[in-house]
């Protein structure tokens, strides 16, 4: 059972435009959020982290939204840029324990 | 910027074949993970190290697969026999602590394993 979902496998955004990735959950117990941006044969680069007492964390272009009662996380990256084309992850544990990860999202920022 | 090193980079093997892979963790990071990505998935958790002692390894194929982390440090694990099944990116992580605080985990570059 997938307990972190992905349900958009393909995004696509003009460069200079907001990417908005989403990513769902069902377990409650949550409360640590990753996102990770991955390119072809490469490993998962850590981008932004939220714990479950806060509802926003901002990191450059980077923004990550946790709706705790939604079960809903979302990463805004703006303005987006051709560099940012990758496979995004997210991924949410209960601390201490393992993080379950989504299928991934590839986003593709044209020019 | 210390990073996670892993190798081989990429293996091809026959099924029925041992293959083995090693991790080394950034330094000063007590917790280790492998993961396995197939294409199109997103990581799943293999086993998880806290120090030189197994935490978590329910994933683990535990007929065919093992690992260890004899020292607490750099890690191996090892499948035997490979399975076409198998074929996939093995991914090692680290942490800074892992068990008692939320923490990030910084991911190597993975090996992946073709099987034929």
């Known amino acids: 059972d997938q307990q972190v979902k992905q349900n958009s496998p393909s995004l696509s955004v003009q460069e200079g435009r907001i990417s908005i990735l989403n990513c769902d959950y069902t377990?409650?117990?949550?409360?640590?959020f990753l996102w990770y941006k991955k390119y072809p044969a490469e490993g998962p680069t850590f981008l932004i982290s939220?714990?479950?007492?806060?509802d926003k964390n901002e990191d450059g272009r980077f923004t990550v939204f946790l709706n705790k009662s939604a079960k809903h996380l979302s990463l805004h990256i703006v303005p987006s840029q051709p560099g940012d084309s990758a496979v995004y992850f997210c991924?949410?544990?209960?601390?201490?324990?393992?993080?379950?990860f989504g299928t991934g999202t590839s986003l593709t920022v044209i020019p | 910027e210390a990073e996670v090193a892993q190798s081989p980079r990429y293996k091809i093997t026959e099924k029925s074949q041992a293959v083995a892979f090693w991790c080394d963790p950034i330094?000063?990071?007590?917790?280790l993970y492998w993961y396995r990505q197939i294409l199109g998935q997103g990581p799943e958790l293999l086993v998880q190290?806290?120090?030189?002692?197994?935490?978590?390894d329910s994933q683990l194929p535990k007929d065919r697969f093992s690992a260890e982390r004899l020292k607490g440090v750099d890690s191996t694990l090892k499948i035997q026999p490979a399975e076409l099944g198998d074929s996939a990116m093995y991914l090692c992580?680290?942490?800074?602590?892992?068990?008692?605080?939320?923490?990030?985990?910084?991911f190597g570059p993975g090996t992946r394993l073709t099987v034929l």
């Open positions: 190290f806290q120090d030189e002692s197994v935490v978590d």
């Open positions: 991924a949410a544990s209960v601390t201490g324990n393992q993080f379950y």
């Open positions: 330094s000063g990071h007590a917790t």
């Open positions: 992580a680290s942490s800074h602590r892992g068990l008692i605080t939320a923490d990030t985990q910084y």
């Open positions: 939220i714990s479950s007492i806060k």
């Open positions: 377990n409650s117990m949550f409360d640590y």
